[in-house]
């Protein structure tokens, strides 16, 4: 399926059909397979959106066809909202977060500093409006909510970001303190299937602003994709309060 799924993304020709084999034949844990086929999947649900990948990984037009996925790859996208307002996504795979405030966009003051996939959105200024976090998880629901729950929550709270509202379009949000808090407006746990025993777990979940989706092939691309929205919403309505973006 990893196959199926990058060699729809990327151009059909003899050098990037290598890169797609590499996948078919490298022995993979299957945590990790299912982490990378997460991330492929949700570039995949990003371009059916309507997001344009504009760069990184794949897209880029010096990628080596020998290399592998490594962590902190990204992939960029643009979506076009009106006029000249605009849309900047990142999603990033396997990003390690600086623990203490730096040059790069995200830091988190909490020990668990690599969630499997992140997107941010940004705005043509590069003025961070949101985060998302997904987390795959191939076991089953209530052990990863029970075990990982402090995993999880330290990545709904203490991912920080020093471009959080920083352009002066956002002053009002300055002053209410929101550049203080968390850019994450959710976090999802990617798991492959409900199994007994995992009643009521995603109802106990959403009450941390923690999204369940089962995601598998041929299942979970609808919430998925809601999930993604509801960020590409959020930063819409931002622009729109910021008045960036006419109605």
Known sequence: ?????????????????????????????????????????????????????????????????????????SVEFEFQVSGNALLKLTVMYNKSLSREPNNELLWTNSSHNKPDILITIQDSEGTLLNVLVMDTKYRNLKFVYNDKRAQLLGYVDSIKSKMYFKSDSYAAFRHLGFSDKSPVLQVAILYPKILLGSEGVQEKASSFNISSIELRPNIGSDKLRIFIEKGIKNARSLLKSANTVDD
């Not at 799924?5 to 844990?29: A, E, G």
């Not at 959106?49 to 010096?62: A, E, H, N, Q, T």
């Open 1 to 73: 399926y990893i196959y199926c799924l990058v060699n729809s993304l990327v151009k059909k020709d003899s050098t990037r059909n290598i890169m797609v084999r590499q996948y078919v034949y490298d022995w993979i844990r299957t945590q990790d397979l299912y982490e990378i086929w997460g991330f492929v999947r949700t570039i995949k649900e990003m371009i059916e959106i309507g997001l344009v990948p504009v760069g990184g990984w794949i897209f880029s037009d010096d990628y080596n066809v020998q290399s592998v996925l490594e962590h902190g790859t």
